[in-house]
């Protein structure tokens, strides 16, 4: 519960900074369409995004070679796209969560009735379409594509690490 009120505060003071759209220059900036998306995100998602980067910066870089890392970080910066015109903001965001904590299958329902439900429900398969669209390579969109999915451990190292910095943040 005290992640979930730290998230919130965050997402209501959110600030994006000139060193991160220099990271965010660094992984996207060569391609146009991808960083035109990323700006696309509200603040507060941008900062979110921009969080998990770090993350993986901080605490797993070392464990991956040159190309590993520009994959993953592409994926970290893009792994929301989906959240794009769905009605998520920092309330209805928490209200989507509360839905869930309570009861998840009858949150699950609201989906269809609800654009910021399905946002938060679906947006890992919207944002993997998007990338699509934009033919980003395959595995970005796999890693964006499962973000969220409790595959068990037999999933790939970089999805591992990508869970792990967004679960931190």
Same mark, same amino acid.
């Given at each position: 519960m005290t992640q979930r009120i730290t998230q919130f505060i965050k997402? &209501?003071?959110?600030? &994006?900074?000139?060193? =991160?759209?220099?990271l965010m220059?660094? $992984?996207?900036?060569?391609?146009?369409?991808?960083?035109?998306?990323?700006?696309?995100?509200? +603040?507060?998602?941008?900062?979110?995004?921009? =969080?998990? /980067?770090?993350? &993986?910066?901080k605490q797993f870089s070392e464990q991956l070679n040159e190309e590993q890392k520009h994959t993953i970080m592409q994926a970290a910066l893009l792994h =929301?796209?989906?959240?794009?015109?769905?009605?998520?903001?920092? +309330?209805?965001?928490? +209200?989507a969560v509360i839905f869930?904590?309570?009861?998840?299958?009858? /949150?699950?329902?609201?989906?269809?009735?609800?654009?910021?439900?399905?946002? $938060? $429900?679906?947006?890992?398969? &919207?944002?993997?379409?998007i990338l699509k669209q934009c033919n980003v390579q395959e595995e970005i969109i796999y890693l964006v594509r499962h973000h969220h999915q409790d595959q068990?451990?037999?999933?790939?190292n970089l999805l591992n690490i990508l869970m792990e910095a967004d679960e931190l943040n």
């Amino acid at each position: 519960m005290t992640q979930r009120i730290t998230q919130f505060i965050k997402s &209501i003071t959110a600030r &994006i900074t000139k060193e =991160d759209y220099e990271l965010m220059n660094k $992984y996207l900036g060569d391609q146009k369409r991808l960083k035109e998306l990323f700006l696309l995100l509200p +603040v507060f998602e941008q900062r979110h995004c921009i =969080d998990v /980067a770090q993350t &993986i910066q901080k605490q797993f870089s070392e464990q991956l070679n040159e190309e590993q890392k520009h994959t993953i970080m592409q994926a970290a910066l893009l792994h =929301d796209l989906g959240k794009l015109n769905m009605g998520l903001n920092p +309330v209805t965001k928490s +209200v989507a969560v509360i839905f869930d904590k309570i009861n998840r299958q009858s /949150a699950m329902r609201l989906t269809g009735k609800m654009k910021f439900m399905n946002g $938060y $429900y679906n947006h890992p398969e &919207i944002g993997a379409e998007i990338l699509k669209q934009c033919n980003v390579q395959e595995e970005i969109i796999y890693l964006v594509r499962h973000h969220h999915q409790d595959q068990g451990s037999n999933y790939n190292n970089l999805l591992n690490i990508l869970m792990e910095a967004d679960e931190l943040n």
